[in-house]
């Protein structure tokens, strides 16, 4: 089976530049998880989601920050007008629910460099 | 204060020896999961072994064993015989309770681990 996929793997752009990241998660998972990792900060969650609904927003830096989710298969990280502060590596994770035994199965992540 | 506190940076082990990497978490909650991440220096997160706090015995997986002591919060990671493979950064990640009725996760700063031929 597939595992979580995100793309872009890499993206280089320029401050004030809007960008998006997308996510697929593993096929019957019902629970979404957006991360930024930063050797500052450690790995941050930013959203979650359960069954596409947005559960846990408070981790998101601010409103140039937004998340969708419009079907179980597939979501984006929206950063609009990027700044170089948002240089991170920023992942993806799904589990298949929201009880404390649900593990997070995470993707490849996405390394974003703002110029 | 901090959910999940691992204390060492940094740790070296021959190969083939044991090493236990620390995790102590701060919890109210009577339900909650404990997990077990390697991210190798290509950067993908990787996970390891689970522990769910009503669990009895100690979780193993393969060379992997979560050594669990609930009334110490602790849930340190215990890797067996040592590989060059196994260097790399090890977090531990706690879900609970939230004050919304979910279960939010938490991670640690991570352990860096070296293993010495």
């Keep these: 089976d597939a595992g979580v996929i995100q793309s872009p793997r890499h993206e280089v752009t320029e401050m004030g530049q809007e960008v998006t990241l997308r996510c697929k998660p593993i096929s019957g998972h019902n629970s979404l998880f957006w991360y930024r990792q930063t050797m500052m900060r450690g790995l941050e969650l930013l959203i979650y989601f359960n069954n596409n609904v947005p559960i846990d927003d408070s981790g998101m830096p601010e409103d140039r920050f937004s998340a969708k989710m419009p079907n179980a298969s597939f979501s984006t990280l929206k950063i609009q007008p990027s700044e170089p502060r948002d240089s991170a590596v920023y992942f993806c994770a799904s589990s298949l629910g929201q009880y404390p035994g649900d593990t997070q199965y995470f993707g490849p992540g996405t390394r974003l460099t703002v110029l | ?117």
Excluded at chain 2, 4 to 12: A, E, L, S, V, W
Excluded at chain 2, 13 to 27: G, H
């Design chain 2, 1 to 117: 204060a901090q959910k999940i506190t691992q204390t060492q940076p940094g740790m070296f082990v021959q190969e083939k020896e044991a090493v236990t990497l620390d995790c102590t978490y701060d919890t109210s909650d009577q339900s909650y999961g404990l997990f077990w991440y390697k991210q190798p220096s290509s950067g993908e997160m990787i996970f390891l072994i689970y522990q769910g706090s009503y669990d009895e015995q100690n979780a193993t997986e393969g060379r992997y064993s979560l050594n669990f002591q609930k009334a110490r919060k602790s849930a340190n990671l215990v890797i067996s015989a040592s590989q060059l493979g196994d260097s790399a950064m090890y977090f531990c990640a706690m879900r609970e309770r939230s004050s919304g009725g979910s279960y939010i996760p938490t991670f640690g700063r991570g352990t860096s681990l070296i293993v010495h031929p």
